[in-house]
């Protein structure tokens, strides 16, 4: 029944330990061989996702930075694409200035931060991603973006993004992949709406579509998939609205799904 399947990486596919364990890799292989196509739905950029897809072998258009870049992994082809709005990355800009915040901007697929303290550093670690340092970033206003990110708090960013939504809501998509990550994607830049698209693109109906995730930045998939999972150490407010919710990312919690659902289900 199901053609496609959407995974989230971190907490979700990988284990604390940042590794895709055996069980999980066989599980994905398995179902590619029943004719599914399984891909990642993350938040990373595409330089970051790109070295975890080819630890899995999976050579496939992948989802990146929240839904606003659908790329293939072989030939680097663009299927799918959202840049924030330029007015809305100055004022983020101006915002972020005048609060004392942690910027990053991602430009041609490469980070920058205004100055190379452990936000960026703990960041770039995460992601197996170098980054460059600008220290003046209004001179990379103009260039195209897929998505802007501060690093602080978590409460603080809850309160940031009370303020900033009336002011960018109709404009730009504002979501957390972790506690002390706020992004900011243009408003068709979602998990949702990239898992939409690529189901167009295979040729499949969304009912015949699995996402699983953990955090805020997968309600948008979780609600438009077939069957919507949520990892066991997902976010409360996921597994509210999740059709599943499986086991945690240290016990295969993918792997359960894609034996439960895709490898041992029972056709009718």
């Known amino acids: 029944m ?36 399984v891909t990642l739905a ?19 258009p992948i989802i990146t930075y929240q839904g606003a870049l ?14 924030v709005p330029a007015d809305a990355v100055r004022e983020l800009h101006a915002f972020s200035e005048a609060n004392g915040l942690h910027l990053q901007l991602y430009v041609n697929d490469e980070l920058y931060g205004m100055e190379d303290n452990d936000k960026i550093k703990a960041y770039s670690k ?10 003046d970033l209004s ?24 303020q900033l939504r009336p002011l960018l809501g109709d404009r730009v998509h504002i ?24 189901a167009e693109h295979i040729g499949c109906t969304m009912e015949q579509t699995i996402a ?27 597994k509210d609205i999740a059709d599943y919710v499986t086991l945690t990312n240290n016990e295969e919690g993918v792997r359960h799904v894609i034996e439960k659902f895709v490898l041992n289900a029972i056709q009718a």
Do not use: C
């Not at 993350?42 to 496939?60: D, H, P, W």
């Open 2 to 37: 199901y053609k496609l399947i959407a995974i989230d990486v971190d907490d979700t596919l990988l284990t604390d330990e940042i590794k895709v364990t055996e069980g999980t890799k066989q599980a994905m292989e398995a179902a590619i061989a029943k004719g599914v196509l």
């Open 175 to 198: 979501t957390k992949s972790k506690p002390h990550y706020l992004e900011f994607m243009h408003k068709e830049g979602t998990k949702g709406h990239a898992l939409r698209f690529l």
């Open 139 to 162: 001179k990379l206003l103009d260039f195209p973006m897929n998505k802007l990110l501060m690093i602080d708090e978590p409460a603080r960013l809850d309160q940031i993004a009370d």
């Open 126 to 135: 995460l992601s197996n991603i170098p980054y460059k340092i600008e220290p």
């Open 42 to 60: 993350t938040g990373r950029m595409f330089a970051s996702a790109q070295k975890i897809a080819k630890q899995i072998e999976l050579n496939v």
């Open 70 to 83: 659908v790329k293939t992994l072989l030939d680097g082809q663009v299927l799918y694409e959202r840049n």
């Open 212 to 238: 699983i995730g953990d955090a805020w930045n997968d309600n948008e998939m979780i609600q438009a998939a077939g069957l919507g999972v949520a990892m066991g150490n997902a976010i409360q407010s996921l």
